[in-house]
């Protein structure tokens, strides 16, 4: 399923749970993995100087500044190496967003692997919580690689999944999304739903939605998804439906619950063009409370 796995790491603790499923899945699949660090952006002008992001501090950026660095990236790897074939490890300066991009698509990768927003009670959490969030959503928003988004430690994942849940929007967006979900659930054996959260209209006047009118929304959108979806399954039957009604973000998250859901897997772009350069709303907000890994795919090129 994947021959190439990007790992972008901070170099901090809030990444050591996305390095284990990255480490993971490269030895299940027999994948090559580079770990990625991006450690500080260049001084302006002509400059050997860089402010590095964890310190703060302006550091002289030379090889031997680098070779430590990966040294040291190295070491904190080494208990999960064993488990691959093949990694290379490369230390860089410059936007993370940027690097992590350019070096996806220059190396062709298939799956980019990441932790999430810094934890308040790391060390340094402040100064650089919104670098790390930031390239997150960017990197979600222009990768043609599905990105793989760790917040919180995983037991399961991709050796053991048993419920894979396929957040839709019903939107064109959401295709390659499902075409990822599909390919997952029938690779790992898990069973796969088809999610779809039906926003209540009104509700920003102050008035609740017409019962009626709320059915006939609801039994339109399970139309939509079998139309959409199930007609693509290839004769995987192991799907389910679901439609609710409620705040999307929120009742993905409690019907992850309660399916004890293993992996989300959500279009990065919604319906909306107008919404800015980040991650939207629901897939954010989604990423950020999930107990399980989230999956943003953003092209069908990829899949």
């Not at 208990?79 to 190396?107: F, N, Y």
């Amino acid at each position: 399923m994947f021959k190439k796995i990007l790992f972008a790491t901070t170099a901090s603790p809030v990444c050591d749970e996305a390095a284990k499923v990255a480490f993971d899945l490269a030895g299940k699949y027999g994948a090559s993995i580079k770990v990625l660090h991006v450690y500080g952006l260049p001084s302006h002008g002509f400059s050997t100087e860089v402010k590095e992001f964890r310190s703060g501090q302006e550091e002289f950026a030379d090889a031997d500044h680098e070779k430590q660095l990966a040294d040291e990236l190295r070491a904190s790897c080494d208990h999960l190496m064993g488990k691959v074939s093949d990694c290379d490890v490369a230390v860089r300066t410059g936007v993370p967003q940027t690097e992590i991009l350019r070096v996806a698509r220059k190396w062709e990768c298939d799956l980019i692997v990441m932790g999430a927003h810094t934890r308040m009670d790391e060390t340094g959490a402040l100064r650089y919580r919104n670098i790390v969030g930031n390239t997150m959503q960017k990197v979600a928003k222009s990768s043609k690689a599905p990105v793989l988004i760790v917040s919180r430690p995983c037991t399961s994942c991709f050796w053991y999944f048993e419920n894979v849940i396929f957040g839709t929007d019903l939107s064109k967006a959401s295709d390659a999304a499902f075409a990822f979900a599909l390919k997952t659930a029938k690779e790992s054996g898990a069973k796969l739903y088809i999610f779809h959260a039906l926003e209540i209209e009104g509700i920003s006047a102050g008035l609740p939605e017409n019962q009626v009118s709320l059915e006939e929304r609801l039994t339109e959108a399970r139309t939509k998804i079998k139309e959409r979806y199930l007609t693509k399954a290839g004769g995987f039957d192991n799907i389910a439906v679901e439609v609710w009604e409620g705040t999307p973000y929120v009742e993905i998250l409690k019907f992850t619950r309660e399916r004890k859901g293993d992996l989300i897997v959500m279009a990065h772009h919604g319906k909306r063009r107008d919404e800015e350069a980040d991650m939207g709303s629901t897939v954010e907000q989604v990423v950020l409370r999930s107990s399980c890994p989230v999956v943003s795919v953003n092209h069908e090129d990829r899949l």
